[in-house]
């Protein structure tokens, strides 16, 4: 059965949380491979969460794995089991690779050095300029956000929003459709006719089993965010009206629109925490440049124009 969701790409969430747990998986640093891999029998990090052959992720690695994380992001893999358990499997296979890799010699390749330096200088190079380019606890102050908020305020308009419920029926077989778009379109009549009852009669048909319990209710949500065929019925219905039947690929639709709110400027407390960040992290680039040129300032600096040119040709 298709998706009966209302929001373009909804759904996708699970996918993207897999993939945030893998992509962030620690090892993945190329520096992180000068270390050997750990052994079964010197389980320093505590009880074993996975194993494979020799190799192990014990409970301090996980906590540490999280611990690294958004906090948004390790709240939606505490309650995703499938995407830990993926991560665990993908890190396993990595640290068994490692293992052959080491019994090889392949850390000890010319060209494995040289990357591992090359990683390494990088990596303290970034740690170092954040050392010495923070920025002052204070900043930005209360005029200086002010200043940066008015400066930017066309770009702190949030688009519609709308809040929709739904009554969703699914077509699984094209020789059903039309009756399927009876139903939908007798479920439309009576919802028009007490569009008080619209929430009973999606807890009872709605097939749409993330917002039936709800009544049909899917949250507020920006209106071009829909998929297009729903987007245009909402667009035409005032709060409180119920829709025809709408059709799109996954079935037929019965919409009712519960609440709107119009594109507006989001306030300066609204964006506070967002703006600050903003400012701090452009502040910070802003230090750390004029570090770099004071150290080419306060250098004896000379270029070979001869010895470059060898270098071009």
């Not at 611990?67 to 709240?75: D, G, V």
């Not at 740690?127 to 002052?136: E, H, W």
């Not at 009712?256 to 992290?281: W, Y």
């Amino acid at each position: 059965m298709k998706k009966p969701t209302l929001m373009v790409g909804a759904g996708a969430l699970a996918l993207l949380v897999v993939a945030v747990g893998l992509s962030l998986r620690p090892g993945s640093d190329p520096v992180a491979a000068q270390q050997p891999a750990p052994v079964l029998t010197t389980p320093a990090g505590g009880p074993a969460v996975a194993r494979l052959g020799n190799q192990q992720i014990d409970l301090t690695e996980m906590q540490s794995v999280l611990a690294s994380l958004p906090a948004e992001t390790r709240e939606q893999l505490r309650g995703n089991r499938g995407a830990l358990e993926t991560w665990l499997r993908s890190r396993l296979a990595q640290k068994a690779v490692l293992e052959q890799a080491d019994a090889q010699g392949w850390r000890q390749r010319p060209e494995v050095q040289q990357q591992t330096r090359a990683a390494t200088e990088q990596i303290v190079f970034r740690d170092y300029m954040l050392s010495v380019s923070q920025v002052p606890a204070g900043y930005p102050s209360t005029a200086e956000l002010q200043q940066a908020y008015d400066a930017g305020k066309a770009q702190w308009v949030t688009p519609p929003m709308v809040r929709v419920s739904q009554i969703f029926l699914a077509v699984n077989d094209p020789q059903s459709a039309e009756a399927v778009r009876r139903q939908a379109q007798e479920l439309s009549r009576k919802a028009q006719a007490t569009p008080g009852d619209f929430a009973a009669l999606a807890t009872q048909y709605s097939q749409d089993p993330n917002t039936a319990s709800r009544g049909g209710d899917s949250g507020m949500q920006p209106l071009q965010q829909l998929v297009p065929q729903v987007r245009e019925a909402v667009a035409r219905l005032k709060v409180g009206g119920v829709s025809e039947v709408v059709q799109s690929a996954a079935g037929f639709h019965v919409l009712k629109l519960t609440a709107q709110q119009p594109a507006r400027t989001a306030t300066l407390d609204e964006l506070r925490a967002r703006l600050t960040e903003a400012l701090r992290s452009q502040r910070q680039e802003q230090i750390a440049k004029a570090y770099l040129e004071g150290m080419l300032n306060t250098a004896t600096l000379s270029i070979d124009g001869a010895e470059l040119n060898k270098v071009l040709e």
